[in-house]
Structures are given as structure tokens and as C-alpha cells.
């Protein structure tokens, strides 16, 4: 069984940083796409930020410039490093990881909260 399991959220102040991290682990043959979603209150889950197995990176605009996404193959493990926080960016982040066991699917964490105050 596959699980993707984060770590890193917690409460910080606009302009400070936070680095989220997600480790895969399980029975897995290989991992493919690795990314960040978020969810605010009331509003529809977004992507942040993908990444592929060569390392070519996705953003969103709202992000770019101020998020880093980056991954340890040899640790089955997704980064996102977050400067300059906002208020907008408090939501809860979850990873997503395309991977192939035994078929190809698609794994989410449980989500881990990043607040933002003002």
C-alpha cells in the first residue's frame, strides 16, 4: 500500500518562509509526476507547483517567483519551499504523486495547514 505522507505546515508570519516536505513509501516500481495542491476555505483545490521525473517544474502565477518545488528520487521524496508567504497562500497543501506499483495511479497526502497572518 502506498502512502504519501507531509510534513513542514505550521503558522508563520506574511514574508516568512516554510519548506514542506512528502515522502512516498510503500510497495513502488516507480514515481512519476510529483506536485503541491491547496485548498482555502471555500474555494476549489489548486495546483501550486509539479514537478516531473527529470526535474522540469510547473507553477502557478500566483506562486512563481516565491516557491520552489524539488524532489530526492533516491528518497521518493517532493519538497516545496515557500519565501515570502502571503495571507493568500493559508491553506491546506497536499501532495499529489503519480505513481506505478503494480497499474499507474494517481496518490494524494492528507494535507498539512499553512497559516499566514498578517
Known amino acids: 500500500q502506498v502512502q504519501l505522507v507531509e510534513s513542514g505546515g505550521g503558522l508563520v508570519q506574511a514574508g516568512g518562509s516554510l519548506r514542506l516536505s512528502c515522502a512516498a513509501s510503500?510497495?513502488?516500481?516507480?514515481?512519476?509526476?510529483m506536485g503541491w495542491y491547496r485548498q482555502a476555505p471555500g474555494k476549489q483545490r489548486e495546483l501550486v507547483a509539479a514537478i516531473s521525473t527529470a526535474g522540469s517544474t510547473n507553477y502557478a502565477d500566483s506562486v512563481k517567483g516565491r516557491f520552489t518545488i524539488s524532489r530526492d528520487n533516491a528518497k521518493n521524496t517532493v519538497y516545496l519551499q515557500m519565501n515570502s508567504l502571503k495571507p493568500e497562500d493559508t491553506a491546506v497543501y497536499y501532495c499529489?504523486?503519480?505513481?506505478?506499483?503494480?497499474?499507474?495511479?494517481?496518490?494524494w497526502g492528507q494535507g498539512t495547514q499553512v497559516t499566514v497572518s498578517s
Open positions: 510503500g510497495i513502488i516500481r516507480s514515481i512519476n509526476a
Open positions: 499529489n504523486a503519480d505513481i506505478t506499483v503494480w497499474t499507474r495511479g494517481d496518490y
